[in-house]
């Protein structure tokens, strides 16, 4: 890693990439592919476990028939915000896919991120959903088998979050049990 940003003093040196610099390095190839942007720091994607594929698989398969009219699931698509492209597990947006053949797009009305080994990161991208102003934020805890819903965005972060371990409700009624997602 780069020890070099544990120092206080350069750290505060450090310049934070724009993601329009963000694009222009990845369509020259300068920046990896399992990246994304994260206050406008490039950061390398966790490689995924299977239990992680498994939840995300179960969590699609959920919300797929569910999904309110004029909206659909993107799994990995990036979300471009102020000064970060996250690339969510699972995000709920409005529109068709048609309509991001130009630009990602820069809200949802939900944003799922399961952790098995990435809670830490997870919660940040928690905060990055709340400044975007992203109504509802799930974080889905693998080791715990529970979900944190965050809900009422202000730019500072989630004013309300709840950690469930016996029931999911989406933001469009739909109940997921979790002892079936687990």
């Not at 690339?87 to 991120?113: N, W, Y």
Request: aromatic share 6%.
């Amino acid at each position: 890693m780069i020890n070099v940003l544990e120092n206080p003093a350069i750290r505060q040196l450090a310049q934070p990439l724009t993601v329009a610099s963000y694009h222009l390095l990845r369509d020259c190839g300068a920046v990896g592919i399992k990246t994304e942007l994260l206050r406008g720091v490039v950061t390398s994607k966790i490689t995924k476990t299977p239990l992680h594929e498994y939840l995300v698989e179960r969590l699609m398969a959920a919300l797929r028939d569910h999904l309110p009219p004029g909206y659909f699931l993107r799994k990995e698509g990036p979300l471009t915000f102020a000064d970060s492209e996250p690339e969510p597990d699972i995000s709920v947006v409005k529109g068709k896919p048609k309509d991001f053949r130009q630009a990602h797009p820069t809200t949802a009305l939900l944003v799922v991120e399961v952790a098995v080994s990435s809670l830490s990161i997870d919660r940040e991208k928690a905060a990055l959903c709340a400044a975007a102003g992203i109504p509802c934020y799930w974080l889905v805890n693998a080791q715990e088998q529970s979900v944190e819903v965050s809900t009422d965005p202000e730019p500072e972060g989630y004013r309300q979050c709840d950690i469930l371990t016996d029931t999911l409700v989406s933001p469009f009624g739909q109940a997921i049990h979790l002892h079936d997602l687990f």
